[in-house]
């Protein structure tokens, strides 16, 4: 089975990797910014897709299917973000004759629509947050429906995810405003300006589940995922298991999500999200039908790769394991390297995007660490899509192992002539209230880094010596070349290259 891999980035050389190890023949797909990215040197052919503005080539359908067609792709694995949610692209997929590496298009149809999820996840007999389960529409009473549902609240998008379309509300007289501006958001990012209301929790716990079905009905869990440390309603430090999560709550959240995967005959893998309130108690708020961006934490935790199972049941296999041989060691933390500025006592910030040529990289190693990435030296870092860097993670037998190793990591990641987050995360993972697992969705709204001396410039001269030092003898795969029969860029053999 030849597969295609429709995103960019680390998720794109990910995909590529478990391709690589399943002996499966590949294909990237790249804007015109992206020509020299790392996943088109990865991928057995590279062939362009449009313009770098996503909407003309990793959002569009024609464009990915045409590069289907001309590489005789047998299957398309979306990744996460752009396409990977969208029931049509499935749809479109199947009809050319091809393999959706993800859940069938009816099951996306589901998930993809916030409100339609909640009206499934009830008759399955989960526990779903108060409040109309239907759109918001011109005709409704705002202050009435406002007043209902109380202050705080949420205005979210009906669809998409990574935390756009949402806006907060804490006084009746901002609701219209809140509405709008959401709406606004959602249309430009999802195509559809859909929008509901929802209770806020304060200092809620975000918990998610991760499933695994073959479309049959068989559906196992992979354990839960603590999401709680968010900035923008976006994750920044992931980890698996839970900390603080009796195994009570435990059970009734895993067995919850089951019983939705297997009403909707879940295939591939997915994601049922949870807010856990303050007094134990769970709500269902959505299913993520694709890999998490945080998957790698629940695959340290289980020895499970999450990417070549759901290459597996794509090729028709039934699930290999019951839910009796899944085991959890350890625990697993992730932490998202980004390009962005974040917030700093000494210098300001407030997440905006950086960007700038990678003059020096160093990615930490050792036991227990783990590095999803698609740097390189000489790198340019724009601001065309997300600002997601990396993702570092570290493993341990214990939890206080796990986070030690990850800040360890994080210190010996070292990134030249571009600002990120790495400071930030360090600081967020030495507060007392991360130690000791004490933390919530609203954390970061009122956490203040301690101040902190600025951080020494590497100078560029320096940064190059060094860099010819740590990359002797490091194994590159070669440039890629155009083939003069169809003109698809295609990659060489990998070759032990001398650096200088």
């Not at 749809?91 to 339609?116: I, S």
């Not at 499933?211 to 440390?229: F, N, P, Y």
């Not at 199972?309 to 390297?337: C, D, K």
């Amino acid at each position: 089975m030849k597969v295609l891999v429709a995103n960019r980035g680390e998720i794109a050389v990910r995909v590529l990797r478990a391709c690589r190890d399943l002996g499966l023949p590949s294909v990237a797909v790249y804007s015109d910014v992206d020509r020299d990215a790392l996943h088109t040197r990865y991928a057995d052919e590279a062939l362009p897709i449009g313009p770098t503005p996503a909407h003309e080539s990793y959002l569009s359908i024609g464009a990915i299917l045409e590069a289907a067609r001309r590489s005789g792709a047998q299957a398309i694995h979306p990744g996460y973000g752009f396409l990977s949610e969208a029931p049509a692209f499935a749809e479109a997929v199947e009809a050319a004759g091809m393999v959706f590496v993800g859940p069938r298009p009816e099951t996306l149809r589901v998930t993809g629509n916030k409100v339609a999820a909640r009206r499934v996840a009830r008759e399955a007999g989960l526990p779903v947050l108060s409040g109309p389960d239907r759109p918001w529409v011109e005709a409704d009473d705002e202050q009435s429906v406002g007043l209902d549902l109380g202050y705080p609240l949420l205005v979210k998008a009906v669809s998409g995810g990574g935390g756009r379309g949402i806006r907060l509300v804490e006084r009746v007289e901002d609701l219209t405003m809140m509405v709008s501006a959401a709406r606004r958001e959602a249309l430009s990012s999802f195509g559809d300006d859909g929008v509901y209301l929802e209770p806020l929790i304060d200092r809620a716990r975000h918990i998610e589940v991760q499933i695994l079905g073959d479309g049959t009905g068989r559906v196992v869990h992979l354990g839960e995922r603590e999401c709680s440390i968010q900035r923008r309603r976006q994750k920044l430090i992931e980890e698996a298991p839970a900390p603080s999560l009796c195994e009570g709550q435990r059970q009734a959240l895993t067995d919850a999500a089951v019983r939705l995967g297997q009403m909707l005959r879940y295939r591939s893998l997915g994601t049922v999200e949870f807010l856990l309130d303050g007094h134990g108690g769970f709500h269902f708020i959505e299913i993520n039908p694709r890999i998490q961006v945080e998957h790698p934490v629940t695959e340290l935790v289980t020895g499970i790769d999450l990417v070549k199972e759901q290459l597996r049941l794509a090729a028709g296999r039934t699930l290999s394991l019951g839910q009796e041989q899944i085991e959890l060691r350890g625990a697993a933390i992730e932490a998202r390297v980004l390009a962005e500025s974040a917030p700093d006592a000494d210098i300001g910030g407030d997440f905006l995007p950086t960007t700038g040529e990678i003059t020096y990289l160093k990615e930490p190693g050792g036991p227990g660490v783990r590095v999803d990435s698609a740097l390189y030296q000489g790198m340019r870092v724009t601001a065309d899509y997300d600002s997601l860097l990396a993702k570092v993670i570290g493993w341990g037998a214990t939890r206080a192992v796990a986070l030690v190793r990850l800040r360890r990591a994080l210190r010996e990641f070292q990134v030249g002539g571009l600002t990120t987050d790495l400071s930030y995360l360090l600081q967020i993972l030495e507060s007392a209230a991360f130690v000791t697992g004490q933390v919530h969705t609203m954390f970061l709204d009122t956490y203040q880094p301690p101040r902190q001396r600025p951080a020494a410039t590497l100078d560029a001269g320096i940064a190059a010596a060094v860099a010819y030092l740590t990359h002797a003898n490091r194994r590159m795969p070669t440039a890629r070349h155009r083939d003069p029969s169809d003109g698809i860029w295609r990659a060489a053999a990998w070759r032990e290259q001398m650096v200088g």
